[in-house]
């Protein structure tokens, strides 16, 4: 008997609300299973779990057209699979769409009509083996079963902003994946639901308006569907509260007991003040008569934070990166580094804990501008402002900063990562 696992990795993360991940822009859409979880992306979590339970014979990963080159890359790089990983094919534009081009595929595939096919949620990272063994235990004798949690809060039935009434809560269950089908009724299922043109919320809800009865088993409040930045911070603060535990779900030990690698990097720059070019510091411009000479926007602290997470990586210092020599860095702006840098930190498989700096010059005042600056960096970085430190320092009339001659600022980087 085989037992095939679809991944639906096509959510546009629209909901995330901030920069998060790989150079997503605020309200860009950017796949939020590409987004970075404790350094990983979501998608991978789940994969791993999938990949490593010993009934799983086959993955199918689903996703959106534009992101199917870089999840075959994270599937064959990170060889998750064991020879698991069967494919990642094109989606459909609803959820449901998703599903029925996987259920086709698998027709194809020659899967059999008792098979047993799981589908997952690529944005629930936290699911377990124990989720997983359940499933495939209820497929023992219900032709569909989906793990849910009993509804804790009060529900309320509301219309324009007003209470209409409070639903009884004792038969309401909050509904997660995987949800295990044998592989006759999910095509029977979705088979219906084409013929009669009809969209339902999960795939368990199109069999049962066809009379297929769905057992509902108990699933795992930690199994979260991560869906705004608040979500990312919860299944983060998990995985943290685990890490340390000497007993755990072996289907999480690879990517939680390992330890945590922490590096620091050091950053420092210096540009001389020049007439008639405009004065950028973390991204901002501030309003003066001088700016800084530099073959790019001379944005001194950036350029001292780039050199800290470029050095807290290991990675080339930003004259190898982005050489003065190259016409193409001519006037760029230093955010554009920035951004740049935040990805090849990401590439190597950390995370920005946090990143400190100081501003040496005796104008302009930088405590006037710092909340700007922070907010500036935090959203190229996708990280909070709380995560970064801004300081302006003055040298009492001392040396070159002191004499008005140009601005020197230094920077510290802390970076993180799952140790292999």
Request: glycine share 12%; proline share 4%; with cysteine.
């Amino acid at each position: 008997m085989r037992t095939v696992a679809i991944i639906l990795g096509g959510g546009s993360g629209k909901r995330m609300g901030s920069r998060c991940g790989r150079g997503s822009r605020r309200g860009s859409g950017r796949n939020k299973v590409l987004l970075k979880l404790a350094g990983r992306p979501i998608l991978e979590w789940s994969l791993a779990v999938f990949s490593k339970h010993p009934q799983v014979t086959d993955i199918l990963v689903v996703a959106r057209k534009e992101d199917l080159e870089e999840i075959r890359e994270l599937c064959q790089g990170a060889d998750l699979g064991g020879g698991k990983i069967r494919d990642a094919i094109e989606g459909g534009a609803e959820r449901q769409d998703s599903v029925a081009n996987a259920v086709q595929y698998l027709s194809r595939f020659g899967l059999g009509p008792d098979d047993r096919v799981l589908i997952h949620d690529g944005a629930r990272p936290l699911v377990t083996r124990a989720i997983i063994d359940r499933c495939l235990e209820q497929l023992s004798d219900h032709q569909v079963a989906v793990p849910g949690v009993p509804v804790k809060e009060t529900v309320k039935k509301v219309r324009d902003g007003i209470v209409l009434e409070t639903v009884e809560r004792d038969q309401l269950w909050a509904v997660q994946t995987p949800q295990s089908f044998r592989f006759r009724a999910l095509q029977q299922a979705h088979w219906q639901a084409r013929h009669d043109g009809y969209q339902g919320t999960d795939d368990a809800s199109l069999a049962e308006r066809i009379g297929i009865q769905v057992a509902v088993f108990e699933g795992d409040y930690h199994n979260i569907k991560v869906t705004t930045p608040e979500d990312l911070v919860v299944a983060k603060a998990y995985l943290d509260s685990i890490k340390g535990e000497l007993v755990m779900d072996q289907s999480h030990v690879d990517r939680i007991a390992n330890p945590v690698i922490f590096r620091v990097g050091i950053g420092y720059d210096v540009h001389a003040f020049q007439e008639g070019r405009p004065l950028f510091l973390g991204g901002i411009q501030v309003p003066s008569h001088l700016g800084l000479q530099g073959h790019s926007d001379a944005d001194v602290l950036l350029h001292a934070m780039i050199d800290a997470l470029l050095g807290a990586a290991g990675l080339d210092d930003i004259g190898n990166q982005f050489p003065d020599t190259d016409p193409k860095f001519k006037d760029i702006r230093s955010t554009e580094l920035l951004r740049e840098t935040g990805l090849l930190v990401s590439k190597e498989g950390y995370s920005l804990v946090n990143i400190d700096a100081v501003v040496i010059t005796q104008q302009p005042r930088i405590s006037s501008y710092a909340d700007a600056i922070k907010e500036n960096i935090a959203g190229i970085l996708g990280i909070s402002p709380r995560q970064i430190g801004i300081k302006g320092k003055t040298t009492e009339g001392l040396g070159f900063e002191g004499r008005g001659e140009g601005i020197t600022a230094q920077a510290v980087a802390s970076l993180c990562r799952v140790q292999e």
